[in-house]
């Protein structure tokens, strides 16, 4: 009776043990959620401005029931399909790749290519915030790894050897997405930002030498005289800051990652005066052009701040973007002729 009873306890311990073992893989794998600033489709089926949105978290065996196993291997096992092998490779027609776990949007139509390596190319993606960047030193190579910045789902890799304008081959495999057929409207290719932040002359530089900003150009904005010149800006009378205009590929740099360059290459602490310039033109301002940029250079300067980037409070102004009125021709890109050291880098 004794013997019976104690098989039946040990019984009952080790199947326990076992479906505690299981919680906690599940729990293990369904890390807590989080918020995360991305760009999904809108009311419209268009993509919609870069906006806070919860990250999809889920348990292994949830993630294994909703994808079936063959893209629970790929999408959640970093597994790669063979190649040639991709039910997506040929499409041709117009229309959006989304991420097969969450539905993100990814990619579209107009940026795909065929580049001979097996697996559907990308030369961009419809949205830099949509897609995260890892380092991958499997299989004795050293790789960038690309995943899905919503769900964590594994795309495939990206490489330095893609076509113009960005030179970069997204190579997704097809089990990690699924195909959308139909014209949507087109994220903007470019866009466009404003900064002050002291001199122009090296804040252009600091912009200009930075991937994926496709031009810049120097000038004054946020004041009250039209075509200001420069000696008339000097003054501090126009109410016109010294600015640069930065026109970007949001495919290649986002708006956050310029205005994290923003805020760490100047004084943000010191009020109208940068080093032994002074005077309002010389104010740190984000010349915002949308709600969405004023709330994303917002949440970078409260980051920084909250890591201790500065001991004094941050004064940088946020104004509506007003009339760009361009420098005179010898202020632009004055650092190529000019030996510029106004505005060290530092991030």
Sequence with gaps: M???LFLAVVVLVVLAGFAGARAWRDQGS????KEATLRDFD?????????????????????LRIL???????????????????ELLDVESDGWYVCAGCALPLFHSTGKFHSGCGWPSFFRPVA????????????????????????????GHVFEDGPPPTGLRYCVNSASL????????????????????????????LFHETPGVVST????????????????????GTGHAEAVEVVYDPARVSYAELARLFFLNHDPTTLDRQGPDEGTQYRSAVFFRSPAQKAEAERVRD???????????????????????PAEDYHQKYFLTHPVHCHPRRG
């Excluded at 419209?44 to 949830?62: K, Y």
């Excluded at 079936?68 to 991709?86: D, F, V």
């Design 2 to 4: 004794r013997t019976g």
């Design 30 to 33: 369904n890390k807590v959620s």
């Design 43 to 63: 009311e419209h089926g268009q993509l919609g401005i870069p906006a806070p949105a919860e990250t999809v978290v889920r348990s292994d065996s949830d993630w």
């Design 68 to 86: 079936g196993k063959g893209r629970h291997a790929i999408l959640r096992g970093k597994g790669t399909e063979a190649a040639g092998s991709g």
């Design 128 to 155: 830099l915030e949509n897609i995260g960047h890892r380092r991958d030193l499997s299989h004795g190579m050293v790789r960038t790894e690309i995943v899905c910045a919503r769900c964590d789902g594994h795309l």
């Design 178 to 205: 699924e195909f959308r057929p139909g014209k949507h409207a087109l994220p903007p290719l470019v866009d466009t930002a404003v900064f002050a932040a002291g001199c122009f002359w090296g804040v252009e530089k």
């Design 217 to 236: 150009r120097v000038g004054y904005t946020g004041g009250r005289v039209d075509k200001p010149t420069y000696r008339q800006v000097c003054t501090g």
């Design 303 to 325: 980051s920084l701040a909250a890591g201790g980037t500065w001991r004094e409070p941050v004064v940088t102004r946020f104004e509506t973007a007003a009339v760009f009125w």
